[in-house]
């Protein structure tokens, strides 16, 4: 126990949440924008993997990180872009719609890694290169801190940093200010001249976005292949973490880092001779018991409201 | 006061010969013909389903029209969107508000079109525009308040701004005093009068016949998807204009014998209940419903009908008091034992979820007693006696139907609305809730629903009736209570020889019976 | 009876009832036209990616089309395939009768071929109980892994797509777990259980027919049975009424009486307990004994059947017979013509968009739509 303790507390625990939670932090912020333009998108999951895939191949191909890391943000956009016409021009299910992307990209990036590497399992035979890692000046050498903040992946920076831009975004933007009043009223947003349709194809664009580059964290950040279906439900714990955080940026950022304590955890606790399955099985069961605490905690809240009219209405009758 | 010149005056907006088809093949307008005059105020009447609404769907860009052509001031313009209506100084204020909930008054009134400093959208700017709009049009607002806590004619005033901070000309009210007391409408009223002085244009759409006659200058009537006529307000009369809107003489008179009141069915005491949200829906409300009479509910949308019927019909559980149904408790009972208990519900989104529309006419005839017999017998559903059911059903409510194997969704609104009721009443009911039974159904259903009701109080129901439209309430209730702020404010013994402005100012909340004169008339 | 409602003299009721049913034939036309069309795109869309990868799509396609049908034991492999798949469909068209989407159809076959084999390995039993026994448990297994989260989302609102996938998860490291530390016998080579007790075995048409037919068994006769017995539980119970009630429109549902918190959890409930059967299939008669991912890869193939058939569990065994087909042809494909498997997973994506693509299926439906008389 002690020993676990010790993990916990120490600045390479810190540092590791930072950055298991960075492949949640990203799909969540994306699953946000969808969410609150109306259009959750479910098929992040399929999404991080084909931006995984198509990051590593054409990292391999050029050797150098950036055409690849374009080509994930592109391949990603593209699905998301497909989900968006299928779901908003041809009136398909947008759950539905979103298995068949998830099905698609676990299907289609095997099927492609097979035909170039002859290679089902991964592209590890293939070297591939990185995103960056970034030291900070001055702040890598303050204690503590600095291990925790710098030299951490490009990537994870980004993810971070990016929790602002997308706060901004929803709140202080024309753009997205239209685009939550689409996800709340969309009829009071098409009476208004704001184009609902135009605005969905935003709202799924950048979370494919967002999705695609956690997905090229994964590949080229994490570890240097692909790896098939090595998104192992971030997608959907991404999704888990908007619900918990209470769909704001903040709280989203909040809920990953939750969920990234877990998996790191996990990590860690793997060295101390527990059976790695179990161990692998706390982010999954982290995100059930989270999902039930958070729908005890709204419904306490709820009760809770309508408890304190009771209260407040007894005393007035009783005056 | 530039009121509408007889003939001079060259047409505002004109359209010519406009059709819509909609996909599904309805009719909604079939070549209809209309002009408005700059800074006239033009009514626009006719029953639910006249094509009035679609026409000025088409006029705003929220529909094209199949055929015809729009002019303004005597040039022809295309309008496909909303947008392109702004930009035009067309501008409309919907039935169903069109406003964001979670947003403030001002980022509502400035949405789509909201003031910038540098790439961002400046909230200050919009609240000084908000606030000065307002002031200049006497439409009083606060403008940083969050929608969805502000009361309903707040609201509406929100709405009229947001087309005027767009420029707009020419303003389209749909139906705008549909959720407002008596004394509420004069205030619109008086509003409208104001904005038109100030040389604004506006299209009035009612069925109202008194309000019409009181506010506008100019009035068109459309029947069955085509334009009857246009006439000046000062050779027009209520009669006139109730036998062009539906071809022949109506009657509002609702005959109904005396009441042959029996015991007490419905005993509601010191009824509590606040919304998930924390909003307080109902304070200690206490009346009773007997046998034999229509209990009438009057009141302003919003002020806790919609939750007391609900919360009597089991979909929301009661924080505090007393339901009893023949001396029985059914307070907090699920839907299932309210209904076994003998209430039977006509609610009031019933064309939503008064049906499954997927599911087929028979099916929806037995939701209430699928689990029982003969419907099901030794744990089996037999769809023989589903399809007898239907086949009964039908034929005894008239409901136009070729297959009761046919999903509701096939129906009309009006066919719809047959199944509801024919489906409530035929439960046999003690107690049967009507919540706005005839919100959207034009004048033929409207008899037929007031006509079953009639017959099931005659027939010793007890009925509970909740409805915002006055005239409706007053003239079929044996009974009137009045709901305002979640309270019952007033129970009147009887209605005859109230009248609808007595009513109002209980409505409105300015007067309130003492809670001795209430309960004598419990 | 309603003189105030004369039904309009123009309304010919027989005539209008003869013209409905006219046309609901041919709206049942189109929908297989329609359904037969997607697979013919989604089958032109796999060979035209194999076309651009630089494959022989010729070969290909002749290894995946004719292939399960060009040996007895690929034949076998259908029919096995075949079996789960239409199980699993069944499973899968319950909760989605009532518009829930559990995809935990994965973690019940998990957890149903482990409590199976446990039974089937350690507990002696008499003949016949040695299979009913097993099966009973593993049905119980699988539909308390339903109940969770149906149970979540009925009563707690809680996604259920997450929950399902979560707990899948859970359940498959579970297993991993298990087969790892308890069940692979001490000094075993490699990571297996022993083998269930041969009166748990369910036979193979190998030994029964005497034709090489793989490990094709009797689990066929379940499948049989639970198609039969679902369209019954769907169509002939009040509790199919309240799932399709639910499904068609669940504030009505609760409206009218339905308790639709009971009936939502159970259709996960059910649809688990349907989903452990192909478990059992896997372990009772395909493998014999647990081995490494025995359910791996069959996550996601219920839906297809399931929408295929359109959630009708009659039309089930076609679209799993078609579906398993493509599959089975699928792994022929890569040894054959070095295609991955994989391309089938592409279809089965593309069929799903087609599908469900309402402005699609409505386009031709009323392009196909005869000229009306009036």
């Known amino acids: 126990m002690d020993q676990a303790l010790q993990v916990i507390f120490s600045a390479t625990f810190i540092a590791a949440v930072l950055r298991v939670s960075t492949p949640i932090l990203l799909p969540a912020l994306g699953g946000l924008i969808s969410d609150l333009g109306g259009v959750v998108n479910i098929a992040l999951e399929g999404i991080m993997l084909t931006a995984a895939c198509a990051g590593v191949l054409i990292s391999v191909a050029t050797q150098s990180e950036w055409p690849g890391l374009l080509a994930g943000v592109v391949m990603g956009v593209l699905m998301a872009l497909v989900l968006a016409f299928f779901h908003l021009n041809l009136k398909a299910d947008l759950i539905l719609a979103a298995i068949a992307i998830n099905i698609l990209a676990s299907g289609g990036t095997i099927f492609v890694v097979f035909l170039l590497t002859g290679d089902k399992g991964s592209t590890s035979a293939l070297v591939s290169k990185q995103m960056p890692f970034v030291e900070i000046p001055i702040i890598k050498d303050i204690p503590v801190i600095g291990p925790i903040v710098s030299g951490q992946n490009l990537l994870t920076y980004v993810a971070f940093i990016a929790v602002v831009l997308v706060a901004v975004f929803l709140y202080r933007t024309r753009a997205g200010i239209h685009l939550r009043a689409v996800g709340e009223n969309p009829e009071a947003a098409r009476s208004v001249g704001i184009n609902v349709r135009a605005q969905q194809y935003l709202a799924l664009g950048l979370s494919g976005l967002l999705a695609a580059l956690g997905g090229v964290y994964l590949s080229m950040g994490y570890v240097k292949f692909f790896a098939r279906d090595m998104t192992a439900g971030r997608g959907f714990i991404a999704l888990a973490a908007i619900f918990l955080g209470g769909k704001t940026p903040w709280g989203t950022m909040i809920a990953a880092l939750v969920f990234g304590a877990a998996e790191a955890l996990s990590v860690q606790l793997g060295n101390l001779r527990i059976p790695n399955q179990l161990v692998q099985m706390i982010p999954y069961v982290a995100t059930l018991v989270a999902l039930v605490i958070y729908a005890l905690v709204q419904r306490q809240r709820a009760i809770a409201r309508q408890r304190k009219f009771r209260q407040t209405q007894t005393v007035a009758v009783g005056s | 006061m530039p009121t509408a010149s007889d003939s001079a005056a060259a047409p505002l907006i004109e359209m010519r010969n406009i059709t819509k088809i909609y996909p599904n093949g309805v009719l909604a307008d079939n070549d209809v013909s209309f002009e408005v005059r700059a800074g006239e105020i033009h009514a626009l009447v006719g029953e639910n389903g006249a094509g009035k609404s679609t026409l000025m769907k088409i006029l705003y860009g929220m529909e094209r029209p199949t055929s015809g052509q729009i002019y303004l001031r005597g040039a022809p313009v295309t309008i496909h969107t909303p947008h392109e209506a702004i930009a035009l100084g067309i501008g409309m204020v919907h039935q169903n508000f069109m406003l964001v909930p979670s947003f403030t008054v001002a980022e509502n009134i400035v949405l789509g079109t909201e003031p910038l400093r540098g790439a961002f959208v400046d909230k200050r700017a919009a609240v000084a525009a908000t606030a000065s709009l307002a002031q200049q049009y006497g439409l009083n607002v606060d403008p940083e308040a969050v929608v969805d806590v502000v009361p309903v004619g707040m609201r509406q005033r929100v709405e009229i701004l947001k087309a005027l901070y767009r420029g707009a000309d020419v303003l389209i009210l749909d139906e705008p005093t549909a959720v407002l007391t008596p004394q509420e409408t004069h205030e619109l009223f008086a509003a409208i009068r104001q904005l038109v002085n100030a040389g604004k244009t506006v299209i009035f759409i009612s069925h109202k016949l008194r309000e019409v006659m009181e506010i506008s200058d100019r009035i068109s009537v459309m029947r069955d998807a085509r334009m009857v006529g246009t006439i000046d307000k000062r050779n027009a009369d209520e009669h006139l204009l109730a036998k062009m809107m539906v071809g022949r003489e109506v009657f509002l008179n609702i005959a109904k014998p005396p009441v042959q009141r029996g015991p007490v069915v419905l005993k509601v005491r010191d009824l509590e209940y606040a919304t998930e949200a924390g909003v307080e829906a109902l304070k200690h409300v206490s009346f009773n419903v007997y046998a034999g009479e229509i209990f009438g509910i009057a009141g302003v949308e919003g002020n806790g009908q919609t939750e007391l019927v609900e919360v009597i019909a089991g979909l929301r559980a009661p924080l505090g008091g007393v339901i009893e149904l023949e001396g029985k408790s059914i307070a907090g009972l699920p839907p299932r034992g309210v209904r076994q208990a003998g209430v039977a519900h006509i609610p009031e989104d019933r064309l939503t979820n008064g049906v499954a529309l997927e599911s087929s006419i028979q099916e929806n005839l037995i939701v209430d007693r699928y689990e029982r017999e003969p419907f099901t017998r030794g744990g089996f559903l037999r769809p023989s006696e589903v399809a007898r059911n239907g086949e009964v059903l039908i034929e005894q409510y008239a409901i136009r139907t070729p297959d009761g194997a046919l999903p509701v969704g096939s129906l009309s609104g009006g066919n719809m609305q047959k199944v509801v009721v024919a489906r409530e009443l035929s439960s046999r009911p003690k107690l049967l809730i009507a919540a706005q039974p005839t919100r959207g159904v034009d004048i033929g259903a409207t008899e037929f629903m007031h006509e079953q009701l009639v017959k099931a109080r005659n027939a010793g129901v007890a009925i509970l009736l909740v409805s915002a439209d006055l005239s409706e309430v007053m003239s079929l209730s044996d009974r009137l209570a009045v709901m305002h702020a979640g309270r019952i404010v007033a129970i009147f013994p009887t209605t005859n020889g109230l009248t609808e402005e007595e009513v109002g100012l209980y409505m409105l909340g300015t007067k309130t019976m003492t809670q001795a004169e209430i309960e004598r008339n419990w | ?374």
């Open chain 3, 1 to 374: 009876m309603q003189a105030t409602l004369p039904t309009t003299p123009s309304f010919d009721r027989a005539a209008e009832r003869a013209r409905v049913q006219r046309e609901r034939r041919r709206t049942a036309m189109i929908d297989v036209l329609v359904t037969l069309g997607t697979i013919a795109l989604a089958l032109l869309v796999g060979f035209l990616v194999m076309l651009i990868v630089g494959k022989d799509p010729i070969l290909a396609y002749s290894s995946l089309l004719g292939g399960p049908l060009s040996r007895t034991n690929r034949t076998g492999r259908w029919i096995e395939d075949a079996t789960t798949l239409i199980i699993l469909g069944l499973s899968v068209s319950i909760p989605f009768r009532a518009r829930q989407f559990s995809l935990g159809a994965q973690g019940q076959m998990f957890m149903a071929a482990m409590i199976a084999a446990v039974i089937a390995i350690y507990v002696p039993m008499p003949p016949l109980v040695a299979v009913l026994l097993p099966l009973a448990a593993a049905m119980l297994a699988g539909f308390l892994v339903g109940l969770l989260p149906g149970l979540m989302k009925a009563y707690l609102n809680a996604n259920e797509i997450v929950s399902t996938l979560m707990l899948n998860a859970v359940v498959v490291l579970l297993y991993d777990f298990l087969l790892t530390n308890v069940f692979t016998p001490p000094g075993s080579q490699s990571l297996r259980s022993e083998a269930i007790q041969a009166g748990s075995m369910l036979a193979r048409f190998t030994t029964l027919l005497g034709v090489n037919l793989g490990r094709a068994n009797l689990a066929v006769l379940f499948a049989a049975i639970l198609v039969v017995a679902v369209w019954a539980l769907l169509n002939r119970t009040p509790f199919g009424y309240e799932i399709r009630t639910i499904g068609a429109n669940e504030k009505f549902a609760r409206y009218g009486g339905i308790n639709t918190r009971r009936a939502i959890a159970l259709s996960f409930a059910i649809g688990g307990a349907i989903a452990a059967v192909a478990g059992v299939h896997l372990v009772l008669g395909v493998h014999q004994r647990l081995i490494p991912g025995i359910a791996a890869g069959l996550g996601f193939e219920g839906i297809v059947v399931a929408l295929l058939a359109r959630n009708n569990p009659l039309l089930i065994p076609i679209t799993g017979l078609f579906y398993s087909y493509l599959r089975v042809g699928g792994d022929i494909m890569e040894q054959e013509a070095a295609v991955g498997t994989e391309i089938v997973l592409v279809i089965q994506a593309v069929i799903i968009l087609l599908l469900t693509a309402q402005v699609l299926v409505n386009y031709v439906k009323s392009r196909s739509r005869p000229v009306r008389e009036t």
